[in-house]
């Protein structure tokens, strides 16, 4: 009976050692923005609550999960800034949306509440320069009237690491002023005229809390869980916009993402009134032919959770969904792009 019982205790270990090596075959990987790390953290949990299935990501940048997804080192990359499609064909590779948020710029300042301060991209693009150096300039104060605006200099805080929050960042600064597009340019990282780095959206969150007079651009649910003071933003329409859900949606839906190839769009300025002109989407890269046909088809199928299942989620960290005819859109892109 004893020789029984070890058998039979030996034989469910062995059966466990086998289950669990075959959900780790099943596990998937991927790298790339801190802009939708929060987001992709809170889909894996749930899809590991539903599935069992685990999905490993390390926010490490935009520009870092490009190369990693480009060696073919991680199963999925995550990058706010589209790759265009000739970069794509050179690695035999695909790009789609997965969800939209937007960037925030963020300030240190005493009795300045959120969404009350105001800012134009070319006052931005001056501060960013170093053209606007003290936070009582009459540029800041004139469209701010009535703000308690210190006479202290402006700390300026950005990025280090190549990211995709700042291309969105200057590609905005770009588009709204042109010393800025021809002097610094866009890119995920630039040469930056002034201001001290942090690495990822917490590290320019981190630097901005603990500078008095600090400036900085962050995710926009980074500026919410940190409770940090984000600003008004004017678009377009010359109308000062709030981040928030809505605005954001309003940006998307200005989007013919019929009509780019491989859906590589940037949603800065998007038309619309209503539109916050710092909207941003987060695009997964995969390969079209993956050599791990197994990981790949396991990433690939959460994606497809998260798309069609991950909707509440999104809106409680004030991301925004993808639209349903753009999801559709989407699965029909991967069946005639990626073979698995």
Same mark, same amino acid.
Request: with cysteine; net charge neutral.
């Given at each position: 009976?004893?020789?029984?019982?070890?058998?039979?205790?030996?034989?469910?270990?062995?059966?466990?050692?086998?289950?669990? =090596?075959?959900?780790?075959?099943?596990?998937?990987?991927g790298?790339?923005?801190?802009?939708?790390?929060?987001?992709?953290?809170?889909?894996? =949990?749930?899809?590991?609550?539903?599935?069992?299935?685990?999905?490993?990501?390390?926010?490490?940048?935009?520009?870092?999960?490009?190369?990693?997804?480009? #060696?073919?080192?991680?199963?999925?990359?995550?990058?706010?800034?589209?790759?265009?499609?000739?970069?794509?064909?050179?690695?035999?590779?695909?790009?789609?949306?997965?969800?939209?948020?937007?960037?925030?710029?963020?300030?240190?300042?005493?009795?300045?509440?959120?969404?009350?301060?105001?800012?134009?991209g070319?006052?931005?693009?001056?501060?960013?320069?170093?053209?606007?150096?003290?936070?009582?300039?009459?540029?800041i104060r004139?469209?701010?009237?009535?703000?308690?605006?210190? #006479?202290?200099?402006?700390?300026?805080?950005?990025?280090?690491?190549?990211?995709?929050?700042?291309?969105?960042?200057?590609?905005?600064?770009?588009?709204?002023?042109?010393?800025?597009?021809?002097?610094i340019?866009?890119?995920?990282?630039?040469?930056?005229?002034?201001?001290?780095?942090?690495?990822?959206?917490?590290?320019?969150?981190?630097?901005?809390?603990?500078?008095?007079?600090?400036?900085?651009?962050?995710?926009?649910?980074?500026?919410?869980?940190?409770?940090?003071?984000?600003?008004?933003?004017?678009?377009?329409?010359?109308?000062?916009?709030?981040?928030?859900?809505?605005?954001?949606?309003?940006?998307?839906?200005?989007?013919?993402?019929?009509?780019?190839?491989?859906?590589?769009v940037?949603?800065?300025?998007?038309?619309?009134?209503?539109?916050?002109?710092?909207?941003?989407?987060?695009?997964?890269?995969?390969?079209?032919?993956?050599?791990?046909?197994?990981?790949?088809?396991?990433?690939?199928?959460?994606?497809?959770?998260?798309?069609e299942?991950?909707?509440?989620?999104?809106?409680?960290?004030?991301?925004?969904?993808?639209?349903s005819?753009l999801?559709?859109?989407?699965?029909?892109?991967?069946?005639?792009?990626? #073979?698995?």
């Amino acid at each position: 009976m004893a020789v029984r019982r070890l058998c039979a205790v030996a034989a469910a270990a062995l059966l466990a050692i086998s289950f669990a =090596d075959a959900a780790q075959a099943q596990d998937a990987q991927g790298a790339g923005s801190t802009f939708v790390a929060p987001m992709i953290a809170k889909w894996a =949990d749930s899809y590991a609550k539903n599935t069992g299935v685990k999905i490993g990501y390390d926010s490490v940048g935009s520009g870092a999960g490009i190369e990693r997804i480009e #060696s073919g080192s991680v199963d999925f990359g995550a990058t706010d800034k589209p790759l265009p499609p000739s970069e794509l064909a050179k690695y035999g590779l695909c790009q789609f949306p997965i969800v939209v948020g937007a960037v925030v710029p963020v300030v240190n300042l005493p009795g300045i509440a959120p969404g009350q301060i105001k800012f134009t991209g070319r006052i931005l693009a001056d501060i960013y320069q170093g053209k606007i150096k003290r936070w009582d300039d009459p540029a800041i104060r004139d469209l701010n009237e009535g703000l308690p605006l210190p #006479s202290v200099p402006i700390n300026v805080v950005h990025r280090t690491d190549g990211s995709g929050t700042t291309y969105n960042w200057v590609d905005f600064l770009a588009k709204s002023s042109t010393d800025w597009r021809n002097k610094i340019g866009v890119g995920l990282t630039v040469n930056w005229p002034v201001g001290v780095g942090g690495k990822g959206n917490d590290g320019v969150a981190s630097a901005v809390l603990h500078t008095p007079g600090a400036i900085g651009y962050v995710e926009y649910s980074t500026a919410l869980k940190n409770r940090m003071a984000y600003a008004q933003v004017q678009n377009t329409f010359k109308l000062f916009i709030l981040p928030n859900p809505d605005t954001f949606q309003a940006a998307a839906a200005t989007v013919d993402w019929r009509s780019a190839p491989d859906f590589s769009v940037m949603m800065t300025n998007a038309g619309g009134a209503a539109s916050y002109p710092i909207a941003a989407t987060t695009f997964a890269i995969m390969y079209k032919a993956p050599k791990d046909r197994g990981r790949a088809a396991v990433a690939l199928k959460f994606l497809k959770w998260a798309l069609e299942h991950g909707d509440g989620d999104a809106t409680d960290l004030k991301y925004v969904p993808l639209p349903s005819n753009l999801v559709f859109q989407i699965e029909i892109y991967w069946k005639s792009h990626i #073979s698995l």
